[in-house]
């Protein structure tokens, strides 16, 4: 399997623009994870999904961003409308249905920048 | 409140000192305790898991539950063990893992 999926793996946007971003989990896992990663704040979780199922979004900073998993196999964490203090990177990940320490596998993370 | 605690934001020592990375934990019932790692523009993988009692790459962990920490040791640093250190526990019931801010480890040979 080639682990986690993201794309883009860089992206640099505007203010104001919209900005998608892609992921496919491993095949098989049922949870899936968005995290942000910054300087200041370390990594957070933002949303994550169990079955397709958004369980948890209480990470989620505003309005503003709102993620998507149609299948099991892709999921979208999307800002509209960016703003600079979203730069950041941007970690997908997957694990098979937890409750029993299964691992947490990482994709190699989205970098954003917004100007 | 589920809270993670890794004092340090960045630890540097000479190759082939010992190292502890620092952890502490506020968590309601008994979590899971993990390592990542992230070494220089890679992903984010699992080093260790407290439950696993295992030791990979020269590191260690114990789970001390008296005074809810979980630190990370090594005997002997070397170069290649620069990198970000993230401690992470999650509750038995649930898949949410949740990171600390991370200790950035710098091996100077």
């Known amino acids: 399997d080639a682990g986690v999926i993201q794309s883009p793996r860089h992206e640099v946007t505007e203010m104001g623009q919209e900005v998608t971003l892609r992921c496919k989990p491993i095949s098989g896992h049922n949870s899936l994870f968005w995290y942000r990663q910054t300087m200041m704040r370390g990594l957070e979780l933002l949303i994550y999904?169990?079955?397709?199922?958004?369980?948890?979004d209480s990470g989620m900073p505003e309005d503003r961003f709102s993620a998507k998993m149609p299948n099991a196999s892709f999921s979208t964490l999307k800002i509209q409308p960016s703003e600079p203090r979203d730069s950041a990177v941007y970690f997908c990940a997957s694990s098979q249905d937890g409750y029993s320490g299964n691992t947490i596998y990482f994709g190699e993370g989205s970098w954003l920048t917004v100007v | 409140a589920q809270r993670v605690t890794q004092p340090e934001k960045l630890l540097s020592v000479f190759k082939g000192a010992p190292v502890e990375l620092k952890c502490n934990y506020s968590y309601s019932g008994s979590p899971e305790l993990f390592w990542y790692v992230q070494y220089s523009r890679q992903r984010l993988q699992l080093l260790l898991r407290?439950?696993s009692r295992e030791s990979i790459k020269g590191f260690t962990a114990d789970l001390n539950k008296g005074e809810t920490s979980f630190h990370l040791k090594k005997p002997f640093a070397q170069e290649e063990d620069s990198a970000m250190y993230y401690c992470a526990p999650r509750s038995y019931n649930t898949d949410k893992l949740i990171f600390g801010t991370g200790t950035r480890l710098q091996v100077f040979p």
């Open positions: 999904f169990n079955n397709n199922v958004p369980i948890d």
């Open positions: 407290h439950i």
